[in-house]
């Protein structure tokens, strides 16, 4: 089983429409981070919540972390082209949480 | 901008040959790794390197793989005898400090075992 799971796998949806991902454990977590990914690319860093029940914005995109800490959202408004690309949620695990360990991911597509 | 930056971008290599992929972490970084991704799949945890010296590795961090920073810029790693499944994007990742302070990804090196 995987430590988190993602869902959607994958996303396509038209410009200017709402989408929520989501990012799901069993294991309670002391932190978890949202990365994007391009084709090419190494992931890149969107986010790190801790608290839960926490919400951070960043621009049109909206993070949550549950109230249980088992839990986090990606909800991204008015989508646009330049969104597309891979969504990952991680967690620190491994000697002093020095080890990121990814989900799989939620592909996601805008069409113009 | 700062970046990591990997070299190649794309190396082809024969089955049982050795490979050296490199990496310029970000230059005040004292904390460095290697992640690899197998096309469709997850971004997967190789080593972390601090203070010249493995921190933890993976169990696909076998005897077959290796690092090494040899001078002051240079971080890499190498696979003595590649294998087909060895055939990933290999990432590079550097970070001011441990724990929860943010890792800088390179772009990649595509290795492509035939």
């Known amino acids: 089983t995987q430590l988190l799971e993602q869902s959607p796998q994958f996303l396509s949806i038209q410009e200017g429409e709402n989408l929520t991902v989501y990012c799901n454990s069993s294991?309670?977590?002391?932190?978890l981070q949202w990365y994007r990914q391009e084709p090419g690319e190494g992931p890149v860093l969107l986010v790190t919540v801790v608290t839960g029940g926490e919400v951070k914005k960043l621009k049109r995109l909206t993070f949550q972390f549950g109230d249980a800490r088992k839990d986090s959202s990606l909800h991204i408004t008015a989508a646009q082209p330049g969104d597309t690309g891979l969504y990952l949620c991680?967690?620190?695990?491994?000697?002093?949480?020095?080890?990121?360990?990814f989900g799989k991911g939620t592909r996601l597509h805008i069409l113009p | 901008e700062p970046e990591v930056t990997q070299t190649p971008s794309h190396q082809v290599t024969q089955m049982g040959q050795e490979v050296i992929l490199r990496c310029v972490p970000i230059s005040n970084h004292l904390y460095f790794y290697w992640y690899r991704q197998i096309l469709g799949q997850k971004v997967e945890f190789l080593v972390s390197f601090y203070n010249n010296e493995i921190s933890e590795k993976s169990e696909i961090f076998d005897d077959q793989f290796s690092v090494e920073r040899p001078d002051g810029s240079n971080f890499t790693l190498k696979i003595r005898s590649t294998k087909l499944e060895d055939s990933a994007m290999y990432f590079c990742a550097s970070k001011t400090s441990g724990g929860g302070a943010e890792a800088f990804f390179g772009q990649g090196t595509r290795l492509t075992v035939v």
């Open positions: 991680a967690l620190l695990r491994g000697r002093g949480d020095d080890k990121i360990i």
């Open positions: 294991s309670v977590f002391s932190s």
